[in-house]
């Protein structure tokens, strides 16, 4: 579904495109012909998939905190978007426990700033704000949530990620809804994993420090069940309903589940025993008895059958391929080959199918 050609020199401005899932989206917009901008932190992790992949020498690449209104509304006028992803974000639920004012400024705030820095710029006509899964209000029930299902969050992240919905459709409804060059929707994609990923208190990096070191796994909460993707999953449906946005579709200026099929929401336990049976050379792991740590939801499934039906995008890859082809990645970036076209082969593989 996803019209390369249409990429070609589209100016795109991406928020949080030093992070993990930023850079997967800026290499695959500039091997499509992009002209990708961005407003980032500095990557926060060693390794980091932005200076593995030289992105700094392809993007134009501005490093600024999305907190700081006067910058980033300098940047966005200098950069004249045809095309926003907003992604920056403190992402990690555990993480919003230790620095809940962090999280909601920069996820409820960050939101706020960016829709104000662009709502005066006749460029834009596409805008897409990348939320979570974690945005409903979780019941803890075997029924994948829909996007009319009701909002919620109780730990500091789902939270402020359910207010950066509400701030959207308030952007929508008070300034944009007359404005038809500019057309808004949000996208609440399921647990993402993929090469090059090195966040702390995420179950496949996790694994990855655990496999380098030589030492066991250490699983918290064995029976989590979460939506299970890879990234490029998630990835080509942002594409696709950016390019109905840009292309005027105004029936697509709404809220998106971006899930796998209901049989790839598996247990945490199940994810990593298929991520030590890829890796081989006696991975392992053990589960905690008690939870370690501060609440999390159990029980996480998202219905993707909105997006299959008005955007045209379905899985392509099963939870099983998809750490595969992960743990592919970090055994090429491990034995020091070439990642860049590694990295560049997986997207061609998965636009293929």
């Given at each position: ?279 081989g050379e006696n991975a392992k792991f053990v589960c905690l008895e ?64």
């Amino acid at each position: 579904m996803i019209n390369q050609g249409f990429w070609k020199n589209k100016n795109v401005f991406i928020t949080g495109h030093t992070g993990f899932k930023g850079s997967w989206l800026s290499f695959w917009l500039i091997m499509m012909g992009a002209k990708v901008s961005g407003y980032a932190l500095k990557p926060n992790s060693q390794p980091s998939l932005f200076e593995i992949l030289k992105l700094n020498d392809k993007v134009n690449s501005n490093i600024g905190d999305i907190n700081d209104l006067k910058e980033l509304n300098k940047v966005v006028k200098m950069v004249k978007p045809d095309i926003v992803f907003h992604m920056a974000a403190q992402p990690i639920v555990r993480e919003s426990y230790n620095d809940p004012i962090y999280t909601f400024n920069t996820n409820i705030m960050g939101t706020a700033n960016l829709f104000e820095s662009i709502r005066d710029i006749e460029n834009v006509k596409a805008i897409v704000n990348i939320t979570t899964d974690k945005v409903y209000k979780n019941n803890e029930w075997d029924w994948p949530y829909r996007e009319i299902d009701v909002l919620g969050g109780n730990d500091p992240y789902s939270c402020s990620k359910a207010c950066s919905e509400l701030i959207t459709n308030s952007y929508r409804e008070s300034f944009y809804k007359e404005k038809y060059n500019t057309l808004i929707a949000t996208a609440r994609a399921g647990n993402v994993i993929g090469g090059g990923d090195w966040a702390s208190d995420r179950i496949i990096p996790d694994c990855i420090r655990a496999f380098k070191n030589d030492t066991p796994v250490i699983i918290r909460n064995k029976f989590s069940i979460r939506p299970w993707q890879h990234v490029l999953e998630p990835l080509s449906g942002y594409l696709v309903l950016a390019q109905k946005l840009y292309e005027g579709n105004k029936l697509c200026a709404e809220s998106f589940n971006f899930g796998p099929n209901i049989e790839d929401c598996i247990s945490v336990e199940k994810v990593v025993g298929m991520a030590c049976k890829y890796w081989g050379e006696n991975a392992k792991f053990v589960c905690l008895e008690v939870q370690n740590g501060p609440n999390e939801s159990k029980l996480l499934k998202l219905d993707s059958s909105k997006t299959i039906n008005k955007l045209g995008v379905t899985p392509k890859w099963n939870v099983y391929k998809s750490i595969e082809e992960t743990i592919e990645w970090y055994k090429c970036f491990y034995a020091n080959n070439n990642i860049f076209k590694f990295t560049e082969n997986q997207i061609n593989n998965f636009i293929r199918g």
